[in-house]
């Protein structure tokens, strides 16, 4: 039985005007805000053309934005961001091989090794020209490990060598490469696939274009390639996935990459925060090899589910149960009659997803027209509003509307947003159904059509941040990752969907120490340490009107309540908080906007 709520009756004339004009007005700003999304992403090419120019030329507005940022928050000075240039600043400062490139500290180090490893080097032809294999021959040639041989064209037989190093077509190495992914192998003798940072190089040998991966990331990994350019797998592992296969010509790479990661455990798979590939251009589109591939791995899994080609990658749609599970959507608020009736109504009529109920928790609403407004939602089917008079503690209302919540899933929402995609809780739940999913957070977006959340990064402003903030919603973002579905350490919980069974698994949000900040984050972070990954999809967008009913928090008792809440994460979560897995260590941790770190934050081998 569905149970999708109804509006309550019409309101008086006087405000079902207001409702009008309200909408009317609502509609114009998203018009206003389309053309500035157009005008930003302009902008947004322009700043990738000339980089450092324009970069330096906004740094000092820049650094007062953060700056005054920092003084309301509390955040401390050493914080405030430093840019010191170019891609290609940042490579000969920072991109160097350092002693890989010595042949006698290799020597030394290799002489420690308990073995020393043989590569066979394979490398796609299919749209390959004479000049580009030459490079990449020439590339080999140069690697300071020299216990390699490359083999070209079609490939059949056991595999002579330890390792199976994949090259798409064009790839070239740095000189570092081999011994660099041979080092990894050594200390980690558990890893049977691993990929690397990349970055592309031009017909003049200027390289740009870099791409920072995440450590393993399985969802980012069915959205794109991670083993694009270059792929490491176990030789054993290349004979037991059945190597190449012909007929996955345009796609050999991911279609064995596909084949191998069913065969082992996240942890034997590593990822090298360094670049160790360049391609001649950038990554091509994905094309229909690309979806016939990942179409196979979905049937070879037994997963209900379709890949679909987008622009910056792949997509996939799963499939939902035949009756849709029931989902209970929990908004707490006080007052707010303006923002509440915006967010119950736009999930109303624009919500396709038939089957839900929203749980409106009112925490000490005094206002009239508030309270008439929720009296008359109460009366409607599929709404139920809960009165909780306790003090603003956003845990413990979400905690006890769960409590009561009938839903297999549970989706918690700010009663700032507003819903402007049709599938977006049936994009959300698909996703939080799939075996060893978490918590699902969702694309929001302020009204002017930039992101405001595109999932969690820890250890921006030495806390966390909400990935490409203020990015043009259209636009690709550091590796396409503004675009693509993939995992993050943690969601905002401003929209958050999850199983119910999984939020009480593990204690809901901390009531607590942390009943105002955080406690999305630390929900999240509890859920990975349990085994399941949080998912971030951009296919669920919302507008959200961040801060309209919450000041900035200036206040003493406000600034003395977050330094306990930051305590308590740091003390709890100190060792992800400075080393998210879902991001990387070359780049910043004082912007939102995945820019250079300078300098690059140490890495250790775990």
Not at 13 to 29: E, H, K, W, Y
Not at 69 to 76: A, F, K, T
Not at 511 to 533: H, P, Q, S, T, W
Request: aromatic fraction near 8%.
């Amino acid at each position: 039985m569905f149970s999708k709520p109804t509006l309550p009756p019409a309101q008086p004339s006087s405000r079902r005007r207001g409702l009008d004009v309200a909408s009317s007005n609502a509609q114009l700003q998203r018009q206003i805000g389309l053309l500035e999304v157009q005008v930003k992403a302009l902008d947004a090419q322009v700043r990738s053309m000339t980089q450092s120019s324009s970069w330096r030329l906004t740094a000092p507005l820049r650094w007062l934005g953060g700056h005054f940022q920092r003084i309301v928050r509390g955040v401390p000075q050493a914080a405030v961001p430093v840019h010191r240039g170019t891609y290609a600043d940042w490579v000969a400062r920072y991109d160097g091989p350092g002693s890989d490139a010595h042949e006698e500290s290799r020597r030394v180090e290799m002489a420690k090794w308990p073995v020393h490893l043989r590569f066979l080097v394979l490398t796609g032809t299919s749209g390959a020209n004479a000049a580009s294999l030459q490079e990449t021959t020439r590339s080999l040639a140069a690697q300071a490990y020299a216990q390699w041989k490359l083999q070209t064209g079609p490939f059949a037989g056991a595999v002579d060598a330890d390792w199976v190093v994949w090259l798409e077509p064009g790839c070239t190495l740095p000189a570092h490469a081999l011994f660099a992914v041979a080092k990894e192998i050594v200390a980690h003798p558990e890893a049977r696939m691993l990929y690397a940072d990349t970055d592309a190089i031009d017909a003049e040998g200027r390289r740009g274009d870099p791409c920072f991966k995440p450590d393993w990331n399985p969802d980012l990994f069915l959205s794109r390639n991670l083993f694009s350019p270059m792929g490491v797998i176990e030789a054993r592992l290349f004979e037991e996935a059945g190597g190449l296969d012909a007929a996955a010509d345009g796609a050999q790479g991911f279609d064995l990459a596909l084949r191998c990661v069913e065969r082992v455990r996240p942890d034997q798979i590593r990822h090298i925060p360094r670049i160790l590939s360049h391609s001649r251009a950038p990554l091509a589109a994905v094309g229909v090899a690309d979806v016939q591939a990942l179409d196979r791995h979905f049937q070879r899994t037994g997963t209900a589910a379709s890949a679909e080609a987008m622009p910056h990658g792949l997509r996939t749609r799963y499939a939902l149960p035949e009756v849709p599970p029931f989902v209970s959507l929990v908004i707490p608020t006080r007052d707010g009659l303006n923002l509440v009736r915006q967010c119950i109504e736009s999930i109303i009529l624009e919500t396709a997803y038939p089957n839900y109920e929203i749980l409106l928790v009112d925490n000490g609403s005094d206002d009239p027209e508030a309270l008439a407004y929720f009296a008359a939602l109460d009366a409607q089917p599929g709404i139920t509003v809960i009165r909780d008079d306790r003090p603003f503690n956003y845990s413990a209302l979400n905690n006890a509307a769960v409590a009561q919540a009938r839903g297999e899933l549970v989706g918690l929402l700010n009663n700032d947003i507003e819903v402007i995609s049709p599938d977006w809780l049936h994009e959300m739940v698909s996703l939080a159904l799939q075996p060893g999913v978490g918590a699902v957070g969702a694309k929001l977006l302020y009204p002017d059509m930039t992101i405001q959340h595109g999932g969690v990064v820890l250890g921006i402003g030495g806390m966390a941040g909400h990935a490409h903030k203020h990015l043009p919603s259209t636009i690709a973002g550091h590796g396409g990752r503004a675009q693509l579905v993939q995992n993050f350490s943690a969601v905002t919980a401003a929209c958050l969907v999850v199983r119910k069974a999984l939020y009480e698994q593990v204690g809901g949000l901390n009531e607590k120490e942390l009943g105002v900040a955080y406690n999305d984050v630390d929900f999240c972070l509890r859920l990975r340490e349990a085994g399941y990954r949080n998912v971030w999809t951009p296919y669920a967008e919302l507008l959200h009107h961040e801060s309209a009913s919450r000041g900035l928090e200036v206040a003493a008792e406000s600034r003395d309540r977050l330094a306990r809440e930051s305590a308590f994460m740091r003390s709890r979560w100190a060792g992800l908080i400075d080393r998210d897995p879902a991001y990387n260590p070359n780049l910043t941790l004082d912007t939102e906007d995945f820019d250079l770190a300078w300098p690059p934050r140490p890495t250790t081998s775990s």
